[in-house]
């Protein structure tokens, strides 16, 4: 069974998944990283692919792809660090990233080294959900990678609905209009929207993402979903922290998985 | 063949629209209502009456009698440059705006490199009395001040763009994230370039170019095809302006003047037909300049409006077919070929279109062809750069 379902199937709320950019702030942090993010307790792990003109990503996440970059970051290399990432790791993975680089790379190499390494899943925001479906789901599905489509405040119903039927895995769910790292809480409109998408009944579990940066903005968004995915803040915490890199990220995630949080 | 998309919003290989989910649902209301609107009686007569009052077209053909005989041919200059704000991107902006009003937009994202679509856009934006927002490239800001200030003049926000080379590529990201914070905005692209259907639209409204020029040289010639037709391409807008009637008559040559920058493998470039790959950038599939990774390669072009990775779909497919040859041009050749129109015509070029009359020097044309450049902007806003030109040119220098 894919990982990501394996997830799911035991745990159905308070989800963590953290976005981090492989390559930020070293080049050859990715594994460790990792595995601090799987001790310190995270469900589920999205490796960010840098791309040098991402569109979906704010500041933070941009300069971390520039830093990644300068770094000398490619795909080759992620999948190199990733090699034996899977005998001492068993949360889900994912990749994430810009269509570009993985095009360069070639669809069914990509897939490919996604299987081999033990990769559960990929988000490419802006690979489209028609040209997804004609032309890549057939490379994807013969290994077995599943791609998790995004919807938005925007997102007609009709929309969602077939999204939710080719969707497997987990849908992730913009919580508003915006580029990641922009916004930093959870207002009320967005909880409204939060509660349409909760009356539609979908088959697939859901992440909230963008804009949970803290504890309550994570307890919050827990409310509406299957739990939450952070970015943005993690990269933020990663480039500030003067402790080192696991007691960071134990910090970090202890932080917004504190329950003991005042007012929700 | 077909010059037009498909349904999917393809021209041949090239276009779609990869776009982030949260671009969809505003991607989608243009694509559904952009024909509609646009090909409306009514919108045609408020957009045909602007070009004409406002905008000052038809933009006369002028036969250029002393570069003719210099180049031993017949060249006929397309006078874009004679239209309002210097450019041709006016045509562009006029069209655009109209569809935002219809729209029911007030907000208005746009991006610029030599700031000519900036300075077109902030001016219908007054026009309409519509909030503009104009993103530029810190570098591009600099080496095109006088366009900078004009904007802030007519009431647009400029804002400086500091990513990347901080040129046009990286002011165009910027004001897509805009529209995605923004989706209640109206994105008013300045190019054939982004996803689809902005290319179709950009195309159309600029193709106004090429159906005066048909009218003109039957006037002038007797015949409505001219043998060649040479135009300079950042994004590819006067050029897919100026080609558009013609692209079904394969009698009329058709050529893009791209930027070699200092030379097409100095590393300092923005060639893209001879350094491009198929990629994606700015929502489209194209020829885009980029590494073996898949990361963008920053241009370079003392043109700011052609210092672009990339062209649009439409000419990545010409390109493709062979239906366009496009040929490169260094950053001297542009400039010396700018001055040479001065000197011989008594008009200063922008330093975009002297690129394409670069490829006068290039090109050997028999006396009896006709040939047709478009003249798509006029150079105040170098003025920086040629003045450098000529004072580096009065050095004295090794005679070759
Ligand atoms: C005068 C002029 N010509 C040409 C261009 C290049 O754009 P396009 O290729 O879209 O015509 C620009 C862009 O700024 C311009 O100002």
């Known amino acids: 069974m894919n990982r990501i379902d394996k997830l799911f199937k035991s745990k159905r709320e308070g989800i963590l998944n953290i976005y981090f950019t492989a390559g930020f702030p070293r080049l050859n942090q990715t594994a460790e990283i990792i595995k601090y993010l799987a001790e310190a307790g995270v469900d589920m792990i999205e490796i960010g692919i840098p791309f040098s003109d991402s569109l979906a990503d704010g500041p933070t996440i941009q300069q971390s792809n520039e830093k990644a970059l300068a770094n000398g970051m490619n795909l080759k290399i992620i999948f190199e660090q990733l090699k034996n990432i899977r005998q001492s790791i068993d949360i889900p993975l994912i990749l994430m ?168 | ?62 036969f250029a009698s002393r570069l003719s005989e210099h180049f031993k041919t017949n060249v006929f200059l397309k006078r874009e440059d004679l239209c309002h704000t210097g450019a041709h991107k006016i045509n562009n902006t006029i069209g655009q705006i109209l569809l935002a009003k219809k729209l029911n937009k007030t907000r208005i994202i746009a991006e610029t490199g030599a700031g000519q679509h900036g300075v077109a856009t902030a001016t219908v934006c007054a026009l309409m009395n519509m909030k503009c927002i104009v993103y530029m490239g810190e570098t591009d800001m600099k080496r095109q001040m006088p366009n900078v200030e004009r904007m802030k003049m007519l009431g647009a926000e400029v804002v400086p763009v500091y990513s990347g080379n901080k040129t046009l590529k990286d002011a165009t990201n910027e004001a897509i994230r805009d529209w995605i914070n923004n989706p209640e905005a109206y994105y008013l692209i300045g190019s054939v370039v982004g996803p689809h259907p902005y290319p179709e639209i950009v195309a159309g409204f600029q193709s106004i170019i090429s159906e005066e020029l048909k009218i003109q040289m039957k006037e002038k010639t007797g015949n409505e095809n001219p043998d060649c037709i040479i135009a300079c391409i950042g994004g590819g807008s006067n050029a897919a302006g100026i080609f558009y009637h013609y692209l079904k008559n394969k009698k009329v040559k058709l050529i893009a003047a791209e930027a070699a920058g200092k030379g097409i493998h100095s590393g300092f470039s923005a060639a893209t037909s001879v350094l491009g790959k198929p990629g994606i950038l700015h929502g489209s599939k194209t020829l885009i300049m980029q590494n073996e990774d898949g990361q963008i390669t920053e241009p370079y072009s003392i043109s700011a409006g052609l210092d672009y990775p990339g062209i649009g779909p439409l000419h990545a497919h010409l390109f493709d077919i062979k239906r366009v040859k496009f040929i490169s041009i260094t950053d001297n050749q542009a400039l010396k070929a700018a001055l040479f129109l001065t000197r011989m015509e008594g008009i200063i070029p922008a330093l975009e279109t002297a690129h394409a009359l670069a490829c006068l020097g290039k090109i050997k044309f028999t006396k009896k062809e006709k040939v047709v450049i478009n003249l798509s902007g006029r150079g105040d806003k170098d003025l920086e750069a040629y003045i450098k030109f000529i004072k580096n040119k009065k050095q004295p220098q090794i005679h070759r």
């Open chain 2, 1 to 62: 063949m077909t010059y037009n998309t498909d349904k999917k919003g393809y021209y041949g290989k090239f276009g779609g629209a990869y776009i982030p989910e949260m671009l969809h649902a505003n991607i989608e209301v243009l694509k559904n209502n952009y024909k509609k609107i646009t090909e409306a009686k009514n919108f045609q007569k408020e957009y045909r009456q602007l070009l004409k009052d406002y905008a000052g077209r038809p933009t006369p053909l002028y």
């Open chain 1, 97 to 264: 990233g810009s269509l570009n680089p993985i095009m360069q790379f070639g669809i069914n190499e990509f897939c490919k080294k996604c299987k081999e390494t033990g990769i559960d899943g990929v988000i490419i925001p802006d690979l489209p959900f028609s040209e997804y479906i004609e032309d890549y789901k057939k490379t994807f599905d013969k290994y077995g990678i599943y791609n998790i489509f995004l919807i938005t405040p925007q997102t007609s119903g009709d929309r969602i609905k077939k999204t939710d039927t080719a969707s497997k895995g987990f849908i992730y769910m913009v919580s508003s209009s915006s580029t990641t790292g922009i916004k930093s809480k959870i207002e009320k409109s967005q909880e409204e929207y939060f509660k349409r998408i909760n009356r539609m009944n979908l088959k697939n579990p859901k992440l909230i993402g963008f804009g949970i940066s803290d504890n309550k903005s994570f307890l919050k968004a827990c409310q509406y979903a299957n739990g939450v995915v952070i970015g943005s803040a993690f990269i933020k915490a990663l480039s500030s922290s003067k402790a080192n890199l696991k007691t960071t990220i134990n910090n970090f995630v202890n932080e917004i998985k504190r329950t003991n949080c005042c007012i929700v």
